[in-house]
T-cell receptor, first 112, second 109 residues
Framework: NAGVTQTPKFRILKIGQSMTLQCAQDMNHNYMYWYRQDPGMGLKLIYYSVGAGITDKGEVPNGYNVSRSTTEDFPLRLELAAPSQTSVYFC???????????FGSGTQLSVL | TQLLEQSPQFLSIQEGENLTVYCNSSSVFSSLQWYRQEPGEGPVLLVTVVTGGEVKKLKRLTFQFGDARKDSSLHITAAQPGDTGLYLCAVNTGNQFYFGTGTSLTVIP
């Protein structure tokens, strides 16, 4: 039982490049979330999903896109990377009747 | 505007000391969570408090939810180096979980 798996762990992008951060969970959780964490700060919600085919914006969605074609996967897309998107990105999931969030180990992204 | 304000932002103490960190808001919540995050890892849930005035204990950690359900505190007794980490409070507003600004705790052996 792997829990929440994020790939890659580290990535360096040039300004204007695009990439997809992968997130997969094997707990059959309906709810999935993407957060970003800047140094010394808490977590800011980017996007979330309450089930396959349903996504919604969080606090800081600009510059990002998501999709949820399956219950297991919730990829985060950066189309035109900017230095302001340098951060650590965390994916999380939870069950429908449970408030406990399970987090992946994060993707550290640098945009230079 | 930050929904949840945590204080202090940074705390460095000697092993064996006691400490309290705070999570404050002007809003009322039905429940509040505390997470601990170690370097290079995602946050891990410590506790959820749901009733105003509720006190929960987890070994040397004591969590309290304010009577008005707007704030919470985390008290650690006889801190150990293994308590080092970032402590985050969080609330669920519908389907969205919002996190506080965090308290970074360092316990020096």
């Amino acid at each position: 039982n792997a829990g929440v798996t994020q790939t890659p762990k580290f990535r360096i992008l040039k300004i204007g490049q695009s990439m997809t951060l992968q997130c997969a969970q094997d707990m059959n959780h309906n709810y999935m979330y993407w957060y970003r964490q800047d140094p010394g700060m808490g977590l800011k919600l980017i996007y979330y999903s309450v089930g396959a085919g349903i996504t919604d914006k969080g606090e800081v969605p600009n510059g990002y896109n998501v999709s949820r074609s399956t219950t297991e996967d919730f990829p985060l897309r950066l189309e035109l990377a900017a230095p302001s998107q340098t951060s650590v990105y965390f994916c999380a999931s939870r069950g429908q009747h449970n408030e406990k969030l399970f987090f992946g180990s994060g993707t550290q992204l640098s945009v230079l | 505007t930050q929904l949840l304000e945590q204080s202090p932002q940074f705390l460095s103490i000697q092993e064996g000391e006691n400490l309290t960190v705070y999570c404050n808001s002007s809003s009322v919540f039905s429940s509040l969570q505390w997470y601990r995050q170690e370097p290079g890892e995602g946050p891990v849930l410590l506790v959820t408090v749901v009733t105003g005035g509720e006190v929960k204990k987890l070994k040397r950690l004591t969590f309290q939810f304010g009577d008005a359900r707007k704030d919470s505190s985390l008290h650690i007794t006889a801190a150990q180096p293994g308590d080092t980490g970032l402590y985050l409070c969080a609330v669920n507003t519908g389907n969205q979980f919002y996190f506080g600004t965090g308290t970074s705790l360092t316990v020096i052996p």
